[in-house]
């Protein structure tokens, strides 16, 4: 065994959005890790005026229901982080596992601005699979191409051209 250097670290993430579907997590990732079904207690999930995907706040006596990623290791946490971008915070929360009810700390990201105006109601990942995956796959392509570049652009820049292209067809 090499002792040059710590051991890698492995984290959990808690996922309730666009990276419920394997397909993005996919381009993401380039696989797909080992997940359980989970509850996040205390926080809701909102769609977003303007976006595809969601965000979750901190809601007493709420709850969001979505998977753990395992075994994500340092280098997809970083393209995690960019993916998610200066919106999201990245916040260390428990989950519950669903099948187990075991407890499990994990990486969540939070959406920034408490106080946006943009956030309403609940978000719908099945309509979300029906009518924006495919697209959406499309842009997360894109970003992880760009993301190879040495002046990338963020992930909202990529995301806001891609749609903004889109809408002009």
């Given at each position: 065994?090499?002792?040059?250097?710590?051991?890698?670290?492995?984290?959990?993430?808690?996922?309730?959005?666009?990276?419920?579907?394997?397909?993005?997590v996919r381009v993401l990732l380039n696989r797909i890790p080992?997940?359980?079904?989970?509850?996040?207690?205390?926080?809701?999930?909102?769609?977003?005026?303007?976006?595809?995907?969601?965000?979750?706040?901190?809601?007493?006596?709420?709850?969001?229901?979505?998977?753990?990623?395992?075994?994500?290791?340092?280098?997809?946490?970083?393209?995690?982080?960019?993916?998610?971008?200066?919106?999201?915070?990245?916040?260390?929360?428990?989950?519950?596992?669903?099948?187990?009810?075991?407890?499990?700390?994990?990486?969540?990201?939070?959406?920034?601005?408490?106080?946006?105006?943009n956030l309403y109601g609940d978000w719908d990942f099945e309509?979300?699979?029906?009518?924006?995956?495919?697209?959406?796959?499309k842009m997360t392509t894109g970003f992880m191409e760009e993301?190879?570049?040495?002046?990338?652009?963020?992930?909202?820049?990529?995301?806001?051209?891609?749609?903004?292209?889109?809408?002009?067809?």
């Open positions: 065994m090499s002792m040059g250097g710590s051991a890698a670290a492995v984290h959990n993430v808690f996922v309730y959005g666009s990276l419920l579907a394997d397909d993005v080992p997940y359980s079904s989970a509850l996040l207690n205390g926080f809701r999930r909102f769609s977003i005026k303007g976006r595809v995907y969601p965000a979750i706040l901190p809601v007493q006596n709420d709850r969001v229901i979505g998977r753990v990623l395992l075994g994500i290791t340092d280098p997809e946490l970083h393209i995690l982080d960019e993916f998610e971008d200066v919106e999201y915070q990245r916040t260390d929360v428990e989950v519950s596992l669903l099948d187990s009810s075991d407890k499990l700390q994990a990486h969540a990201y939070v959406w920034n601005n408490v106080n946006d105006p309509e979300w699979e029906r009518v924006h995956k495919e697209s959406f796959i993301l190879e570049l040495p002046e990338s652009k963020p992930r909202v820049a990529t995301y806001e051209s891609f749609y903004q292209q889109d809408t002009e067809k």
